[in-house]
């Protein structure tokens, strides 16, 4: 089965048993308990919504399809996911290798949280550069966790090449694969031992929902991260499962569409004479332009634009904009845009943010879906600062 078919029939088959209306669509199933008819016997497996909810079941069959994997978990959101699994496969004493480019509200869950208070120690390196990685190897590594392309700088870490590392070593490779989506790239087939998503952005795709979800091929890892799912209760709702499974349905276009207007974007700003720089991995200019075509299946819609002046040039271009709303998040059918140093990245310590490149003029960009032609006459205007 391809992938938009996957999206649109996996976890959702009419029902045609007695009493049922055949829905095409999966209900949405808000009942927080499952009355049984005997003690014993759970009706259907159903006890409980925090343990189980059909409509979220639905969701985590669909979503475990779309990336090629065993089993999917749906997250109240990406953080709660991200929580859930550290949870569930540390102690304190591990130690985690990970991107220096994360997130910066994984960056703050580390750092403030699992370090502060649980003493697990993060070294944040340039995986970018894998022997960066295995140097970082101590005694207590117990799992390297990735995130490519990075949000904001687009920088890509070859999976296939860190989950040899991983295996060799005994590790556990997560892979955070928000910004290109399951449509765009599969880290599973790459070697990875899980796959973390906010659902916020792409999968979604509609900016109504919060949500974050797990994919896992081991039965030993799917194990422990659904009784942490369970005991923790950072489950998705109902309601947003009902969200997301509409979502996915449309993801594969959606992607196309991101994906052709942010090439269209790219080749524009890189020829513009206010833009000192575009980071795109779609661009050939993009270092690494070659592992993208490698790794995954198109490029994606985010990119990063430096433009030439002062933090305040930059503030005059966010507020020109007609169509691109100066607002955190990404992935949304409408585009997106925002200044990482003073917005998503202001968490980041100033020295990191220097070092990574996350200038006062750096402008992170998640184009939407409307007509290319709009969005290009929208930074022309704006870009007349
Ligand atoms: C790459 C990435 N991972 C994780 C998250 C966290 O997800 P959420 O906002 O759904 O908690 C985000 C949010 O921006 C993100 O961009």
Request: glycine share 8%; proline share 4%.
């Amino acid at each position: 089965m391809q992938f938009t078919t996957k999206g649109i029939h996996i976890g959702e088959k009419p029902n045609f048993q007695e009493g049922a209306t055949g829905d095409v669509i999966v209900p949405l199933h808000l009942s927080t308990t499952f009355a049984r008819q005997e003690v014993e016997v759970p009706t259907a497996g159903y006890e409980y919504s925090r343990s189980l909810n059909p409509t979220r079941k639905a969701l985590e069959s669909k979503l475990a399809a779309i990336e090629k994997a065993r089993y999917g978990l749906a997250f109240s959101s990406g953080l709660g996911a991200e929580t859930t699994v550290l949870l569930a496969l540390l102690k304190s004493g591990d130690h985690v290798i990970t991107t220096d480019d994360l997130y910066g509200g994984t960056q703050r869950l580390f750092r403030k949280v699992f370090t502060a208070n649980y003493g697990i120690e993060f070294s944040f390196v340039d995986s970018a550069n894998p022997a960066r990685v295995e140097d970082a190897i101590r005694k207590e590594t117990k799992m390297i966790w990735i995130e490519t392309p990075t949000n904001p700088m687009l920088k890509l870490t070859d999976i296939a090449r860190i989950a040899l590392i991983a295996k060799e070593n005994n590790l556990i490779l997560v892979v955070d694969n928000t910004f290109m989506s399951p449509y765009f790239q599969n880290p599973l087939e790459l070697g990875a031992d899980i796959v973390l998503h906010s659902t916020s952005k792409y999968i979604n795709g509609h900016s109504d929902s919060i949500g974050g979800a797990v994919m896992v091929s081991r039965d030993d890892l799917y194990e422990k991260l659904q009784f942490m799912q369970n005991s923790a209760g950072a489950m998705m709702s109902p309601f947003d499962s009902y969200l997301v499974l509409r979502g996915i349905k449309t993801l594969s276009l959606r992607m196309r569409q991101h994906e052709e207007n942010a090439i269209e974007i790219a080749k524009f700003l890189s020829d513009h004479p206010k833009v000192k720089k575009v980071i795109y991995p779609g661009l050939e200019s993009h270092p690494q332009h070659e592992l993208a075509k490698e790794q995954m299946r198109g490029f994606g819609g985010m990119m990063a634009i430096e433009l030439e002046g002062e933090l305040e040039d930059a503030k005059r271009f966010l507020s020109n904009l007609k169509y691109f709303a100066l607002a955190e998040s990404l992935g949304g059918v409408e585009s997106l845009i925002e200044l990482p140093a003073l917005m998503t990245h202001g968490s980041v310590p100033v020295d990191d943010r220097k070092k990574l490149g996350i200038t006062d003029t750096l402008i992170r960009v998640s184009v939407g879906i409307e007509e290319t032609e709009d969005l290009i006459e929208d930074l022309v205007q704006a870009l007349n600062f």
